[in-house]
């Protein structure tokens, strides 16, 4: 195992497309890695992946160095780490990779101190395939004391690390920036690939005529191909997008800033689940 790695395991709480991908690429790289699922059977999965399930969060910790949460959003961490703190020992580093929003991020930052964790909060820019590729980019935030373990993990599941403070907190609201682009450029492919063909135009020559202009990025290409094709296989769920531009809809409440695309974009979010496509990719805005 390279020196850089910490001695103690490494305990993943939350199992799903990214924990599960977070969590090979750990054993990949040599970390002794154990794991926890709300669903026991997701954890069970990885052990033939050389990562250790557990049934509870709390014995998933024990002896764990390092917690790294991924899950779904601020309560479900939250009763995430509730259940682990039997397990949990005092100056464990707790690396909290979920997208939970301005708030919720507050709230864990507290609940770390209360019990003697080091907390960094470090969302991920990424979906499902550059996290099986180790591919992410971590946008971390937290004390210089645990730094260099935190970064080990970081370089094991992402391709960059970008350290926006020492203070837990900015990561999830620069997270919540770069989000509210990420839904723009999904809404904005969808919606005009559904302006040209409700003009009566092949939808297919909007992306012909964007490529290799200086509009033109792969994000646009995939998701416009994926419109186009029908293939919705989830990478970000419409689910999650519902739920992440509602959080920044809510982050905002009280400011001088008028989100006008991030709201008309959780509407959009909103028509695509109530039709039936929450567990499909964000791409099925275009069915919206």
């Known amino acids: 195992m390279p020196d850089n790695h910490p001695a103690r395991p490494v305990a993943v709480l939350g199992t799903g ?14 970390f002794a890695v154990r794991a926890w699922n ?24 024990r002896d764990a160095g390092i917690v790294v949460t991924v899950l779904k959003d601020g309560p479900a961490v939250t009763e995430a780490i509730a259940a682990a703190l039997p397990g949990l020992a005092k100056g464990a580093i707790w690396l909290q990779l979920s997208t939970v929003g301005a708030e919720a991020i507050d709230t864990l930052a507290d609940l770390a101190a209360e019990n003697g964790l080091v907390f960094y909060d470090a969302p991920v820019q ?14 971390a935030s937290g004390p210089d004391s645990g730094r260099e373990a935190a970064q080990s993990v970081f370089d094991a599941i992402g391709q960059r690390t970008l350290w926006v403070s020492d203070t837990p907190g900015a990561s999830s609201r620069l997270k919540l920036a770069l989000n509210a682009f990420v839904f723009a450029l999904t809404h904005g492919t969808a919606e005009s690939l559904a302006i040209a063909r409700a003009l009566g135009v092949d939808p297919a020559l909007v992306i012909e005529a964007v490529t290799a202009s200086p509009l033109d990025s792969g994000y646009f290409q995939g998701k416009g191909a994926a419109m186009l094709k029908g293939g919705y296989a989830t990478s970000f769920s419409v689910e999650n997008g519902v739920k992440d531009a509602r959080l920044v809809v809510e982050a905002l409440a009280g400011s001088d800033v008028r989100a006008d695309l ?13 039709a039936g496509h929450g567990e499909r990719d964000i791409a099925a805005s275009f069915l919206a």
């Open 17 to 30: 497309l990214i924990g599960a991908a977070v969590a090979r690429n750990l054993a990949r790289k040599g």
């Open 262 to 274: 991030a709201e008309a974009g959780l509407a959009r979010f909103q028509r695509a689940a109530a």
């Open 38 to 61: 709300r669903s026991a059977d997701k954890a069970r999965a990885l052990a033939v992946d050389g990562v250790t399930p557990f049934d509870h969060a709390a014995d998933a910790v």
């Open 126 to 139: 990424g979906p499902r395939q550059p996290a099986e590729q180790g591919k992410l980019v971590i946008l």
